[in-house]
């Protein structure tokens, strides 16, 4: 599979996903303008018909050879590429971990066929790109895992649930390839059932909303199974958006599939924080619980 080199933003290097003229379910001859706008210091990306990864590297002397693939939330609306991307990315370097952000399509017919699986294809594709490129980045293609927040936490777990059976227009993709081998999720969507953050849902399935078939295939903590890779999860009590029982319940499906999981819980911080913490209390403690998590499967330093 070819990669594509792109342009370099803040000296990281951009790859794209697909080689150009092969993108997966893009409708031809369709032009579309991506957007990038700034509001309260979250930089907002729609409208995205070209994917990319942008690498960010952990100086070589504190490199583990672990790397993951951070996957911003905003309701497969926009991309909150900032605090919910760059900002975790240089996190995970001062770990001596590489970070990849995904900058994935966004759910929209009038660029795309098949609209909920594009998201998905992208993600798959991510990490692929990232384990045929394990050498050149000193990577151990055995410790590569997959960060979500919101909508992205769903595409995260829908990854994690999802890998080994890809999308039919997604057949070229190798399940082995595109397997995370852990999995961050922050306040994530994951059930498409009574507890689901609609505006994802919706976005996602369109018109296809309705399908009992397709909620089911996309409530994720449905999809669990003993395949499904060691998971830690971040939820507020007070989320107002992605009610807490999200992660409950991809909580109680790790346990049953004894896919090794830990969860915390914490009763303020709403929705969308990202590591701006600092006002809320004992939230301010999940980037060291996860950085505890990390350091124990011999992931950072």
């Not at 997966?24 to 070209?50: C, F, Q, W």
């Not at 909920?116 to 394990?134: F, K, M, S, W, Y």
């Not at 895992?145 to 649930?161: N, P, Q």
């Amino acid at each position: 599979m070819t990669t594509v080199l792109g342009s370099v933003a803040h000296s990281q290097e951009v790859l794209k996903l697909w080689p150009d003229g092969a993108i997966p379910n893009a409708l031809p001859n369709v032009a579309i303008t991506e957007k990038a706008e700034t509001t309260d210091g979250i930089l907002r990306i729609s409208n995205v018909s070209v994917p990319t990864l942008t690498a960010y590297l952990p100086p070589k002397e504190k490199a583990t050879g672990a790397a993951v693939m951070v996957c911003p939330g905003g309701g497969y609306s926009i991309l909150a590429a900032s605090h919910e991307g760059e900002d975790i990315a240089r996190w995970f370097n001062q770990m001596g971990i590489t970070a990849f952000v995904l900058k994935y399509r966004l759910p929209d017919p009038k660029i795309m066929t098949n609209q909920h699986e594009v998201p998905l294809l992208d993600a798959l594709q991510g990490l692929t790109l990232i384990r045929q490129n394990a050498g050149r980045y000193g990577i151990d293609p055995a410790k590569i895992g997959i960060m979500g927040f919101s909508a992205g936490g769903h595409l995260a777990s829908t990854v994690s649930t999802h890998y080994h059976r890809p999308p039919k227009s997604g057949s070229a993709l190798q399940p082995d390839a595109a397997q995370p081998n852990f999995a961050i999720l922050l306040y994530p969507v994951i059930t498409f059932g009574e507890k689901a953050h609609t505006g994802s849902r919706d976005k996602l399935l369109g018109t296809l909303k309705t399908s009992p078939e397709l909620i089911a295939d996309f409530s994720n903590e449905l999809q669990v199974s003993a395949q499904t890779p060691p998971t830690f999860l971040v939820h507020s009590e007070d989320d107002k958006a992605v009610p807490v029982e999200n992660s409950i319940l991809y909580y109680q499906a790790c346990l049953k599939n004894n896919v090794p999981v830990e969860m915390h819980l914490y009763p303020k911080g709403g929705h969308g924080y990202g590591l701006r913490t600092q006002k809320f209390g004992s939230l301010n403690s999940w980037p060291s619980a996860c950085q505890a998590w990390l350091t124990a499967m011999g992931l950072a330093k």
